[in-house]
């Protein structure tokens, strides 16, 4: 609940902003056919207003951010999942990543995923 205030905040001073610099408020668009918003512009524009915000006041920033995203046709009947559903995660602060992998060669000995 208090993310959905942030943001709600956040949108209202984003939009005043930019029109007073006579500025396009950014918009999420589709991609191609689908009727979902994949090119979320404004949403980005959106949470990094709030990090600027947040500099400028001298408050602590966020290490990271966290989205969820439902999207795509119900894989069934009154679903709770969706065919594209995903999280996507930004790591603000690179000093939180502590490692990572590197993704392996395709084993011929076993069907591809």
């Known amino acids: 609940m208090l993310l959905y205030i942030w943001v709600i905040v956040w949108i209202d001073?984003?939009?005043?902003?930019?029109?007073?610099?006579?500025?396009?408020i950014p918009?999420?668009?589709?991609?191609?056919?689908?009727?979902?918003l994949m090119?979320?512009?404004?949403?980005?524009?959106?949470?990094?207003?709030?990090h600027k915000a947040r500099r400028d006041?001298?408050?602590?920033?966020?290490?990271?951010?966290?989205?969820?995203?439902?999207?795509?046709?119900?894989?069934?009947p009154n679903a709770g999942f969706r065919e594209k559903d995903h999280i996507q995660i930004c790591v603000r602060n690179p000093n939180c990543i502590k490692g990572f992998f590197l993704a392996r060669d395709i084993d011929p000995k076993f069907t591809e995923v």
Do not use: H, M
């Open 13 to 24: 001073i984003l939009s005043t902003t930019l029109s007073s610099q006579n500025q396009p």
């Open 27 to 36: 918009q999420n668009k589709p991609i191609g056919d689908l009727r979902e």
């Open 39 to 50: 090119l979320r512009e404004l949403d980005c524009a959106v949470i990094e207003t709030l």
């Open 57 to 76: 006041e001298s408050l602590t920033a966020f290490d990271s951010v966290r989205g969820v995203f439902w999207e795509g046709k119900e894989l069934y």
